[in-house]
Every structure is written in structure tokens, then in C-alpha cells.
């Protein structure tokens, strides 16, 4: 059974980069049958696509964020990341990663709360 | 960006009631629409894909229709394990994007 895994720090400062990662277990990283997502979800609201990775390392951004992120993946590891610059309290959020079918998500991970706060 | 509005937005109803919920889209997303399934503190679960496709596993009392703007979610027979928030998702354009959620409270 896939599952997924998120995991880094739950407390970022203004400014700073934020920096997660989703290791993977039961599945492949690197079949190359699926691409790999990060997505957040404010308190009390919904659902926002922050972007993609694909084996060989294609991603694809969410351009409301696009120039502050950046997703990898590290096959050896079954991990796959997410880098987000300059953030703001507007980027507190639970943060989820999800295997991604291309046509739907599933399984997610069990989210992880990031605050940015001084 | 395509925008995927729901509705309601809030829906109250009682187990075994027959419950629609509505996902509009602003331009055709042709079939690749998704359902997701939402309790409160966990992850989102699919119920749904390309539109009408029963996720391996989800009850036979959930189902979908639709294409191109306009997407229904249909619970033949609500159970008390279906109080939960729904979101529809697009996987046609790029921004992949989120309606804003049906919440389905008790009655």
C-alpha cells in the first residue's frame, strides 16, 4: 500500500525559505507512471496546487507562486521536495503532498502545519 | 486560470437523503474533473475521477456526471459517514485548480 509521507520544519521566519519533503513508500518514485504534487490548505479554506514534478524531473508551477518555488526529487531516496523563498504569513498553511495520476490524486500524505511567524 | 465554482456552498440534510452537488467551471475542462472528500484534520480523499470514474473502494452511493462546465456529485443515500466537506478539482489546464468546497452538515 502507497503511502506518503510529509515532513520539515513547522515553524519558518518571515523572509525565509520553507522546505518540505514527501518520502514515498510501497511505490516506485521512479516507474515513471506518475507525476508527484504539493498543494496547501490556509485554515478554514480550500485547496491550492502549488505544482509538479515528473520522473526526469519536469515540473510544472502554480504561477501565482512560480517564482518562489522550486519541487526535486530524489529517486535514490524516494523523496521528493518543496522550496518556497521569501515567504510571509500568507504562506501558513497545512501542506500536503499527493501521488498524482495526472487525472486525480491519491493517495495524500497526512498534511503538515507550516506557520511562518517571527 | 479556470475557476470552478460549487454549490451550494453550505448544504444541511439528513442521513439517507439523496444529496446534488454542482461544479461549474469557467471554461471546459472537457472530462478531467475529480471529487475529493474532505473530514475535518485529514487529508482530502478521492471519491471521483475523469468525471464519472468510482475510485476503487468508494460506496456505489456516491457517483458523478457531467462534462465540459458543468459537473454534478450525487450521494444516493447520505450516511452518517459522508458528513464531510467536497471539493472538485480541474486536471484539464494548467493552473490545476480547486472549487471552494461543499460543506454537507446534519440536519
Known amino acids: ?118 | 486560470d479556470i475557476q470552478l465554482t460549487q454549490s451550494p456552498s453550505f448544504l444541511s440534510a439528513s442521513v439517507g437523503d439523496r444529496v446534488t452537488i454542482t461544479c461549474r467551471a469557467s471554461q471546459g475542462v472537457s472530462s478531467y474533473l475529480a471529487w475529493y472528500q474532505q473530514k475535518p484534520g485529514k487529508a482530502p480523499e478521492v471519491l471521483i475521477y475523469t468525471a464519472s470514474t468510482l475510485q476503487s473502494g468508494v460506496p456505489s452511493r456516491f457517483s458523478g456526471s457531467g462534462s465540459g462546465t458543468e459537473f454534478t456529485l450525487t450521494i444516493s443515500s447520505l450516511q452518517p459517514e459522508d458528513f464531510a466537506t467536497y471539493y472538485c478539482q480541474q486536471l484539464n489546464n494548467y493552473p490545476l485548480t480547486f472549487g471552494g468546497g461543499t460543506k454537507v452538515e446534519v440536519k
Open chain 1, 1 to 118: 500500500q502507497v503511502q506518503l509521507q510529509e515532513s520539515g520544519p513547522g515553524l519558518v521566519k518571515p523572509s525565509q525559505t520553507l522546505s518540505l519533503t514527501c518520502t514515498v513508500s510501497g511505490d516506485s518514485i521512479s516507474s515513471g507512471s506518475y507525476y508527484w504534487s504539493w498543494i496547501r490548505q490556509p485554515a478554514g479554506k480550500g485547496l491550492e496546487w502549488i505544482g509538479r514534478i515528473y520522473t526526469g524531473e519536469i515540473t510544472n508551477y502554480n504561477p501565482s507562486l512560480k517564482s518562489r518555488v522550486t519541487i526535486s526529487i530524489d529517486m535514490s531516496k524516494k523523496q521528493f521536495s518543496l522550496r518556497l523563498n521569501s515567504v510571509t504569513a500568507a504562506d501558513t498553511a497545512v501542506y500536503y503532498c499527493a501521488r498524482d495520476h495526472g487525472f486525480w490524486f491519491d493517495p495524500w500524505g497526512q498534511g503538515t502545519q507550516v506557520t511562518v511567524s517571527s
